[in-house]
């Protein structure tokens, strides 16, 4: 089986027991060849060429919950299974997205400028004056298991809920509150505009001019889901007008690319696509790639797949 190289120091003897494992590094491409498992991180495109090249391929076991890197069409096409990595790391990547929204919020990385520049002057009753999230309204572009463990730590910062879903979450609903709306009602009502959808058809570039416009003025957009659901001009063109206060962005168009106007713009909060990186929760993530992959070959079900064949 190929194995992402990136993967070795995460894993423990016993998860690798009875495989074959070659390592391949990110930067290498995806080799040809008679292998029967495909561990890649989701920089990896597994695609139609890929399928191809690996005619014994079984099973792809994304180490990620996203799988936007694979072509599921291709894979299913080929009967090969395709598993994620979902729930161990819904708690780290929430956990996360509230540094983006507190960070924005209160100005954070302003803030630290200004100490380190060595410019600040002392306390000053209207300096880095941020937004209060008490009685402001969080609105989730998505309630999957993510959106809605960001939404319920919003209860503990007073702020009201609404999301957008394809189908309503009565459970969290009863647990926070939260109000199911439609888009429209989404983007108008947000103080904070959370992305929690997976990258598709529907999402691609949701947040451009027109939705852009809509928002409240000086709301918060923050991104953790996947960066193709942003064009990235739009929003540099927003915060530069300062139509919108400030973004807290993980997560961009062309990874580790981003767009220089973004850089360059005011009110970010930029990170390097590290929503799930705890020692913990990336170790398990590695883990239940394997053991998907572990089960497969042995003959069992996968374990989290994102399909099912029908056989
Ligand atoms: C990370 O972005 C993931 O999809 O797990």
């Known amino acids: 089986m190929l194995v992402a190289e990136e993967l070795r120091q995460l894993l423990e003897p ?16 995806t080799p040809k060849g008679e292998w029967v498992a495909l561990v890649p991180l989701l920089t990896r495109w597994v695609g139609g060429t890929e399928f191809k090249h690996l005619p014994k391929l079984r099973i792809v076991a994304n180490v990620a919950v996203g799988y936007d890197n694979v072509d599921l069409v291709a894979a299913e096409m080929r009967t090969v299974i395709v598993t994620n990595t979902p ?4 708690e780290a990547t929430a956990d996360l997205t509230w540094a983006l929204i507190l960070a924005c919020a209160r100005r954070l990385v302003e803030g630290v400028d200004l100490v380190r520049s060595g410019a600040w002057a002392g306390w000053h009753p209207e300096q880095l004056l941020g937004m209060e999230l008490r009685g402001r309204t969080l609105g989730l572009f998505g309630a999957g298991r993510i959106g809605q463990a960001v939404g319920r730590r919003a209860l503990a910062f007073g702020m009201r809920i609404v ?53 409240k003025r000086g709301a918060i957009l923050i991104n953790t889901s996947r960066g193709d659901l942003v064009r990235e001009e739009s929003l540099a063109a927003a915060l530069e007008a300062g ?6 962005l993980d997560v961009y168009m062309e990874e580790p ?3 220089p106007r973004l850089l360059a713009a005011p009110r970010t909060v930029l ?11 990336r170790r398990k993530m590695a883990a239940i790639a394997l053991a998907n992959v572990q089960s497969v070959l042995s003959g069992g ?3 989290t797949p ?4 029908v056989p």
Request: aromatic share 4%.
């Open 14 to 29: 016993a998860q690798l027991a009875g495989l074959d494992v070659t390592w391949i590094p990110a930067t290498a491409p």
């Open 87 to 90: 729930d161990v790391l819904t």
């Open 163 to 215: 999301y957008t879903a394809r189908t309503a979450k009565p459970e969290f609903e009863r647990e926070t509150g939260a109000v199911r709306v439609d888009r429209s009602r989404l983007f108008a009502e947000s103080d904070v505009l959370s992305l929690h959808a997976p990258s598709t058809p529907d999402t691609k570039g949701v947040i451009g001019p027109e939705t852009l416009a809509r928002l």
């Open 243 to 248: 139509t919108l206060g400030a973004a807290g």
């Open 257 to 259: 690319a981003v767009h």
């Open 271 to 281: 990170l390097p696509h590290i929503g799930s990186a705890t020692v913990e929760t």
């Open 301 to 303: 079900p996968p374990l």
């Open 306 to 309: 994102v399909y099912s064949l």
